[in-house]
């Protein structure tokens, strides 16, 4: 079992930049993909991004590609999201989640992760 705790959430400027983290407890982070999920005020939550269990296999959702870098570093149990060039629409509740099943980069949907965070805020101004 995994706990997860995001941090690095606030307000932003259109075009602005933040870098979320999620730091994991427990000595098997590593053993875990990782991913980013976002849900904005009345709508679903949605895919973000995700890192396999080594970090060198990511995916991103078409709408943060080229904006949104996920990175992890295992030795510091800790997953990023480097988030440039904001927009209005990244406004949200943003959080990170393990995936227990590492044989498949393919995983998009919520029900496929096994472990989330509490959630962090941005919120970017026009």
């Known amino acids: 079992q995994v706990q997860l705790v995001e941090s690095g959430g606030g307000l932003v400027q259109a075009g602005g930049s933040l870098r979320l983290s999620c730091a994991a407890s427990?000595?098997?982070?590593?053993?875990?993909?990782m991913g980013w999920f976002r849900q904005a005020l009345g709508k679903e939550r949605e895919f973000v991004a995700r890192?396999?269990?080594?970090?060198?296999?990511?995916r991103y959702a078409d709408s943060v590609k080229g904006r949104f870098t996920i990175s992890r570093d295992n030795a510091k149990n800790t997953m990023y999201l480097q988030m440039n060039s904001l927009k209005p629409e990244d406004t949200a509740l943003y959080y990170c989640?393990?995936?227990?099943?590492?044989?498949?980069?393919?995983?998009?949907?919520?029900?496929?992760?096994?472990?989330w965070g509490q959630g962090t805020q941005v919120t970017v101004s026009s």
């Open positions: 989640a393990a995936d227990t099943y590492i044989y498949n980069n393919n995983r998009y949907s919520p029900n496929e992760y096994d472990y």
């Open positions: 890192i396999n269990w080594g970090g060198g296999t990511t």
């Open positions: 427990g000595r098997t982070f590593s053993s875990y993909a």
